[in-house]
């Protein structure tokens, strides 16, 4: 199989053991936290579901499978009743975020074959992957920037979306006998498609988050993973934001305020782990003791992180950072019939968490909405020890399963064998 490697990935999959510092870990148990109340959006009628964006309002995006599981739609789960968005054609759809007008991004594969044989949406189908927008009842694709393929991962309330694009020109610093297009960061405003700038030397890069202010943060980097940098755009411009002692980052999130939110691992392998970036500092948020790892994927204007903590095995367990503490979710749940609450994917400015739930040992999944119960009706519902070696394909398969298009491309693109 021909494949396309870079840094991100390459760096991952070396893993052999994970090492967070000790003094890192912070459950803040002594900390004062409010009881959630959680609600279990389920599924499309199949047996795997997860949300993957909250509003403000209290709407809901995401994934599920549909009975049989054999292919999954993206959602909308608003006022208690959950909307299939369906796709642009193809098997699958994925939602990834929304905004307050209940506007929906995401991605969705079509009929068509990929013709490099590509797996850009991640789905298994090697069929032309798009991004898209959802609005007034209907899923419209946006376009590339002349390649075959592209992705959507964010909209702001003023309607721009985030991602990348495949263009027509073949990226020269993949190795020779891997041919394919670069992949660009992109912004879409009112349809039409926007480039934006990478750092010096990085001939691709992917959006992952905007802010109502339009600043954005992804990264940028080449294809053979060599130079691989985290980035903020605003006003036209790439800022590197650096690393963390020595640790490259991979923002997922930015609120309001500038602050971003995301993982960061060690070039050996040997780290990953949530951080928080701020006035230019990014602090390592360590994990749930005694796990292995931590994601960080959400922010709210409060400063208020969620994401996943994780052993060495990969059984997580969803937390809620604030006061400079990492809490688990379930800890905060106080009724003994709720789901076990796996993943954390993002947070809105009331506090509500939106994630999935698991039925733990098995493939079953839900999504969920957690809310504060002194919010509860107002908007929408009515660091550890290191393991002793850890599988590279684990990690794989654990990376690719929980964030999925922001996984697959373009830190790992693949084809078929001819």
């Known amino acids: 199989m021909k494949s396309r490697t870079l840094a991100w990935i390459t760096t991952i999959t070396l893993l052999v053991g994970l090492a967070i510092p000790v003094g890192m870990a912070t459950q803040g148990q002594n900390q004062q936290h409010n009881d959630y109340v959680i609600v279990d959006l389920g599924t499309l009628g199949g047996t795997f579901g997860e949300a993957n964006a909250v ?16 292919v999954r739609h993206a959602f909308l789960w608003r ?17 990834t975020s929304l905004n307050e007008e209940d506007e929906v991004t995401g991605i969705s594969d079509i009929s068509t074959p990929d013709p490099l044989g590509e797996d850009f949406c991640g789905f298994g189908t090697n069929l032309v992957c798009l991004p898209f927008i959802w609005q007034n009842g209907t899923m419209v694709p946006l376009p590339t920037l002349g390649g075959s393929n592209g992705q959507a991962f964010a909209i ?16 020269a610093t993949c190795e020779s006998g891997s041919e394919f297009p670069q992949v660009e960061p992109v912004l879409w405003e009112k349809g039409e498609i926007h480039r934006l700038p990478t750092i010096a030397g990085d001939p691709d890069g992917a959006v ?29 411009k790439a800022i ?15 609120n309001s305020r500038g602050q971003v939110a995301g993982f960061a691992f060690s070039p050996d392998g040997s780290v990953l782990v949530a951080f928080l970036w701020q006035n230019g500092v990014a602090t390592n948020l360590g994990t749930l003791p005694p796990d292995a790892f931590s994601l960080a994927l959400g922010i709210n204007d409060k400063g208020q992180i969620v994401g996943d903590s994780c052993d ?36 809105n400015s009331l506090g509500q968490i939106a994630g999935k739930t698991t039925v733990q040992g098995t493939p079953i999944a839900d999504a969920f909405l957690a809310t504060p119960r002194h919010c509860e009706g ?5 660091a550890g020890e290191r393991p ?11 990376l690719r399963q929980r964030l999925g298009s922001r996984y697959q491309i373009p830190f790992h693109r693949s084809k078929p064998r001819n």
């Open 312 to 347: 060495a095995d990969f059984s997580c367990r969803a937390f809620l950072w604030q006061n400079g503490a990492m809490t688990e979710l379930n800890d905060l749940v106080h009724n003994p019939n709720a789901p076990f609450l796996e993943n954390g994917n993002s947070i």
């Open 156 to 171: 702001n309330s003023r309607g721009q979306v985030a991602g990348m694009a495949e263009t027509e020109t073949l990226d």
């Open 208 to 236: 992952h988050a905007i802010n109502d202010n339009g600043q954005a943060v992804g990264n940028t980097l080449d294809c053979t993973g060599s130079s691989f940098h985290a980035v903020r755009w605003q006003h036209g």
């Open 388 to 398: 002793k070696g850890v599988s590279p394909e684990k990690v794989r398969r654990m």
């Open 79 to 95: 006022k208690g009743l959950t909307r299939d968005l369906d796709t642009l054609g193809g098997l699958n759809s994925r939602a």
């Open 240 to 254: 590197d934001l650096g690393s963390l002692d020595g640790l490259l980052l991979a923002p997922q999130a930015i």
């Open 378 to 382: 107002t908007h929408g519902t009515g």
């Open 55 to 70: 509003s403000n309002k209290g709407s809901v995006a995401g994934d599920a499978t549909l009975f049989g599981d054999t």
